[in-house]
């Protein structure tokens, strides 16, 4: 072989290698992960009032995110809808956010049984946490990856802010992968 075929050769394979792992991820149809239609396909059962959609939380369009959380006592809980889960398959989520104050709060992949009970549990010590941090106060891209466990038919993005702490934090551009 020549040297102008061991190159076209391994720019193929490359090529080939890179076309397949873009094919490995399957976007999920989050609904409304950028805010723009107020709080349209998000849950806020239990939330306690603390999300809002503001313009102040944007981080691109018109509108963003944000949890306030001023009680010592109570958390807010915002939940994406599900979507199908595989045992074994990863699932990852990926957002914006930012810290206005304080840092009790997480962004969770949470799976469920076909019972609907969680499959990621503090006593399990197996929850998928992005945990928010005091110092995070400028814009930043995150993500947090969660493998479907044994049993789980189910998936979802949860925004919590714990019960023992204060925070004030924005979020946009929710998205959600099957890798």
């Not at 873009?22 to 723009?36: I, M, S, T, V, Y």
């Not at 010592?72 to 045992?87: E, Q, R, V, W």
């Not at 928010?132 to 947090?144: G, P, V």
Request: aromatic share 10%; net charge positive.
């Amino acid at each position: 072989m020549n040297l102008k075929t061991i190159l076209l050769t391994g720019c193929l394979a490359g090529f080939v290698s890179a076309s397949s792992a873009a094919r490995a991820e399957k976007p999920l149809a989050l609904a409304n992960g950028d805010f723009e239609q107020q709080l349209t396909g998000w849950t806020a059962t239990g939330d306690n009032g603390m999300s809002a959609v503001v313009a102040e939380a944007a981080h691109s369009g018109k509108f963003g995110l944000r949890v306030t959380d001023t009680s010592d006592t109570l958390g807010s809980s915002l939940a994406a809808a599900k979507f199908p889960a595989t045992p074994g398959k990863t699932y990852e989520v990926r957002f914006a956010s930012r810290v206005i104050k304080g840092n009790a709060l997480g962004v969770y992949v949470r799976f469920y049984n076909a019972k609907g009970e969680f499959l990621n549990t503090p006593e399990k010590k197996n929850q998928n946490i992005f945990r928010m941090a005091a110092k995070d106060t400028e814009w930043k891209q995150n993500s947090l990856k969660g493998v479907a466990p044994e049993g789980a038919v189910h998936v979802e993005v949860w925004i919590h802010s714990f019960t023992k702490g204060q925070v004030t934090a924005d979020f946009d551009g929710f998205t959600l992968v099957e890798l």
